[in-house]
Every structure is written in C-alpha cells, then in structure tokens.
C-alpha cells in the first residue's frame, strides 16, 4: 500500500469549500512514514514473529547462547532473553513493545522472559491468521481475554503448595538456571542463592518477601565458579584511607557516615577554593586552625567508642594521619547504595552530621579485614548478629562468565522470592502448559462464535512452548508432543518431557518445579502485550532529526539567552551553523 499522506481529493464537478485553495492539502509532513490498515497488522506480526525466532533456540534447559556485540564494541553471551533483547539496538517500535515487556517481565518475577517473547509472538501470529479470514480484531481480543482469565485459573487450579524449606527452595532455583553456562555448578549456586535469600527474609502478611537490595552481589574475575563465596555481612572493593591503618579489626564497632571528613570543596574547579596568604603567619594560624579542626572530629569519633570508619565520599590525609595513630580503620569513597546496605549488615544508623553520632548509632561485626582479591585490596565485614544485608561474591574464569554467573544469580534469588511470596508451583517439563492448553481447547466448545476461533488459537499458542522446548532439546516432537497428550487425557496431570534422556516421565519424581508467579506473569505480560499490537491499525513515524536539527529545536524552544548559553554549553555548539 502506498504511504497516504493526502487528507482528500475534490471530487471532479464539485465546489471547493471556500477556505480550499484547490490544491491537494497534506496533513503530515512529507518525511513522515505512514502505514495504515492491513499491510500496518501484517507487518507488526512479522516483527513480533522476527524478534521471537531470535530467542527462540533458547529456551529450555538446552537451549542455546547468543552473543551480542553492540555498537560500541561490548559484548555479551547469555540466553536469558531479557537480557538480549536489552543489549541489541532494536529500531522497530513493535520490537521494542516486546523488549520492554520481557524487561518487565524480568523485574517482576526474574524468570519466563524467553516464554513470554514466544508466547506474545505466537498469539500474534494466531491473531494475523485470523484477521487474514476477515475475524473482527474486536472478536480475537475478546476471546483472548476469555482464554487468559481462563487460563490462569487454569494455573492455579493444577498448582501445589510447598513448604519453604531450603532444599525446596534448592529445586526449584536448580529448575531455574539448568539451562545457563553456569548448570555445571548449579548445585553450589542454588545453595548460595537460597541461603542468601533466606537470611535476608521479611514477614510479608501471611508468607515472606526477599527485598533484592539487601543482598549484594559483588563480581571479581579470577579463580572458577565454584570460588562463590557468600559474606554473612558486607564485602565491597575498597582500601583503608591510609596504608599504616590496621588490616584486620577484631570486635568491631563500626561507624557509618554520611558526607566526607575534609573540607567542603564547593568551588567548581582549584581556583575558587584555593587560599592566598600575605604573610607567613597567616599560614601558621590557617595550619593550626585546620590541625584543630581536624583533630576534634577524630576525637569526637573515638569517644563514641569506634574502631572502624566507613565513609561515603573522601578523607583528608591529615585525618586519615590522626585516625592511623589511633589504630582506628577508616574505609573512604563507599557509594551511598553500600553506606546503606553496610548500615542494615552490621545493624547500625547512617549518620549525615557528626555532632549527632553517639554510641547507639555504632553497627557491630566480630571482624573487619582487608584482604587481597586478584591484585585488588577488598574490604569484608564478616560476622554480624541478626545482619540484614549480605554479600554474594562471584568469581570465574573471564568477565563474561562472571557476567552470566551474576544473570544466574539475580533469576535464582528472584525464583527464591516468588516462590516464598507465593509459595505454590507447577511442574515442569512443558507439562503444565499441555494440560492447560488441553483444557482450553476443550473449553473453547462453549462459545459459539467467531470468539471460539480466538480461544483455540489462544489454547495452541501456549502448546507451541512445549513444542519450543522439545525442537531445542534435539527431540522430534511430533513424536513426543501426541504422546504427552495421550498421558494427560488418562489423567497423569504431572507427565512432562525429559529432556536430558528424551522421555517423558512425571516430572514431580524428577523434582522439575517452576514458580506459579513466573507461569501466570509470562501469560498476563504476553497477552497484555498481543492486545497493545493487534489493536494497532496505523503506523506513523516521523524521521529521526539529526543531531544539529536535535539542537536547533530544542534552542528555538525558549528565547531566553541565558537558556540558549546552556544549551551551546552542554552540547558544545560553536554555532547553529557550524556544527558540533
């Protein structure tokens, strides 16, 4: 279809409106790309269709890796589908409907973003089908919200409550990163990520709550995967403030502050905070002064009783000098996100101001040391009562793979908090979807309309995952996928496909569970998704200023010169003309 950009043509014979110059009027400008009608729900399916065949070879606990290679030269190889749709520089808006709905997906329960890319792009594929038999898109979007509100009850009704125990928890994580370059080791990830999870647990009305701003997870390339170490307290990759300061502090009383302990340096560059003495006195009198100054913020600290300093921003050498003479550790320029876990670790306050610092704000550990991790000197508060933060350290061979190890980690104690928010799982092994699936095909006979056509493709759209799975596992599924069907219609409800040895057992004996959280998020998200793009029957794209015309309009925006000066400023324009 050709782009239309004319509002109307004066049919011949007829008189022009009196504000019409008789000229064909255009609504939009001419750079603008215009799709409209069909050929815009084809060509949104196809895109959808594209991006899912990128994921696809990935699912499952055979499924393959990508690397991705950005525009920059940074790399990444992982199969976590997040994880790839984010790091490639994706163009069309309908692909990055779908990557921002994985990265949601991701967020909410950490697993199932490969599931939902191919589930929203099979319900959309399904859906131009339908719209191809002249199927009203009212009517498909109906049945689909027919089926899914169907479909999680569906879910909820095949799931099974579990206990909280660990080694519960350790099978369902294991489920979880079988298919990631780190299932070799799998069982000593699952055991860190589920102790880390637990450890750091909040009542949350009836069940608990992980928040995952409590566990830290610290990366250091070296050694293998099975070196993870998790630090009941806080590690991070920091130095003591002076080099004579004592390595190791035993019972220590840590104070946490906030700012820096050095003079205020407000000026934007050396020349405004720089003092100029007419005389030499005038120097001895600003020395002493500082020397003053200096000493009464250390003493005032070693009053309270501390013997280790963590600081936020930056510490005067001379501070650091009387902190070192008073064999008291002091630890400079912690991010303000690890002055806060440090505080939670070790049960201490953050404190902005010293005048308020007193005894009950200190935190307590049974020991502080500085320890050398690959060349770099590594900072570990270690044995904290009742600590409410601890750390994860992950190490590997390359920066790569500690990359996907860290990947592992975050779906693993993401599992961990879905299943302790809601402690409920279905099994594995593409049978949970074969029976829900089953179920719809036999609940889409109640409708007698054009929406039953809707709920059926709805019903092969989640089947076309076990299919995924089993093509990826190397198993032909025409030969597997009836089977499966025969078992569940004799009632074997928990019959999934093995695809370690390609058999089909009861998945439950295998202890292959998946969260129920992760199976109802991908299904809502991928629905939700399929209905934002079936709806959508124009496309209108203006083109991409370049980076002049980009500087241009925001400048003509405001008329106010000193405005105009910022903008010049920040984006160093020598003229509008001239370029950047």
């Known amino acids: 279809m050709e782009y239309a950009r004319r509002l109307h043509k004066i049919p011949t014979g007829k008189t022009a409106p009196p504000h019409f110059s008789g000229l064909q009027p255009f609504v939009l400008k001419q750079d603008v790309r215009s799709v409209t009608g069909k050929e815009t729900r084809l060509e949104n399916v196809m895109v959808a269709q594209a991006l899912a065949e990128v994921v696809k070879s990935s699912l499952g606990p055979k499924g393959m890796d990508k690397m991705v290679v950005d525009s920059e030269g940074l790399i990444w190889v992982t199969n976590d589908g997040a994880t790839i749709l984010s790091k490639l520089e994706l163009q069309h808006p309908i ?37 191809n038999r002249k199927i009203h898109a009212k009517l498909i979007l109906d049945g689909y919200a027919e089926a899914l509100e169907k479909a999680l009850e569906l879910y909820d009704k095949i799931a099974m409550p579990v206990n909280c125990e660990k080694d519960t928890l350790k099978n369902i994580v294991k489920t979880a990163i079988s298919g990631k ?46 070196d993870i170490q998790l630090v009941e307290g806080f590690a991070f990759c920091r130095e003591p403030a002076h080099p004579e300061m004592p390595k190791r502090v035993k019972n220590a009383r840590i104070a946490v502050l906030q700012g820096e ?22 120097m001895k ?52 996100e690890d002055i806060e876990r440090i505080a939670k670790a070790v049960g201490g306050n953050v404190v902005s101001c010293l005048d308020d610092l007193s005894e009950g704000d200190l935190g307590m550990a049974e020991a502080v040391e500085v320890k050398k991790i690959g060349g770099e000197e590594w900072t570990f508060i270690e044995g904290c009562k009742d600590s409410k933060c601890v750390t994860i350290l992950v190490r590997g061979g390359t920066d790569k793979v500690i990359d996907e190890v860290e990947r592992s980690i975050h779906d693993a104690l993401c599992v961990t908090r ?32 054009r929406d039953q056509f809707a709920v059926r493709s709805f019903a092969e759209s989640l089947e076309s995952l076990a299919w995924t799975l089993t093509e990826n596992a190397g198993l032909d599924p025409l030969e597997l996928i009836p089977r499966l069907r025969a078992q569940h219609r004799k009632g074997e409800t928990r019959a999934g496909i093995d695809v370690l040895d390609g058999r089909i057992k009861n998945m439950a004996k295998l202890n292959v569970y998946d969260p129920l959280a992760v199976k109802q998020q991908a299904i809502k998200s991928a629905t939700e998704a399929a209905f934002l793009i079936l709806k959508i029957d124009g496309f209108f794209a203006a083109r991409k200023l370049e980076k002049q015309e980009k500087y241009a309009k925001m400048i003509d925006k405001g008329s106010d010169p000193e405005y105009k000066k910022k903008i010049y400023r920040e984006h160093k324009l020598e003229s509008l003309e001239g370029g950047i």
């Open 285 to 336: 009198a600003f020395l002493n002064e500082k020397t003053r100054t200096f000493s009464s913020i250390v003493e005032k600290i070693e009053q309270t009783g501390s013997n280790v300093v963590i600081v936020e921003k930056g510490v005067d050498p001379l501070v650091a000098h009387f902190f070192k003479r008073r064999e008291i550790l002091v630890i400079r320029r912690v991010v303000i």
């Open 418 to 449: 879905d299943v302790l928010r809601n402690p409920k799982v279905v099994v594995g092994g593409a049978a949970s979807e074969i029976e829900v699936a089953m179920h719809l095909k036999d609940w889409a006979g109640q409708f007698s309309g």
């Open 181 to 226: 370059i780190v299932s070799g080791n799998m069982e000593r990830l699952a055991d860190v990520a589920v102790e880390a999870a637990l450890r750091v647990k909040k009542k949350y009305g009836e069940n608990y709550n992980v928040d995952l701003f409590d566990v830290n997870v610290e990366k250091k390339a070296g050694e293998s995967i099975t």
């Open 261 to 282: 302990l050095r003079f205020q340096n407000s000026g934007r560059n050396r020349l405004e905070h720089t003092h100029i003495f007419e005389h030499p006195e005038q």
């Open 95 to 131: 692909a990055l409907i779908l990557a921002e709905m994985a990265n949601v997906v991701d967020k909410e329960v950490g697993d199932g973003t490969t599931s939902a890319v191919l589930l929203a792009g099979e319900l959309l594929k399904k859906g131009g089908e339908m719209l």
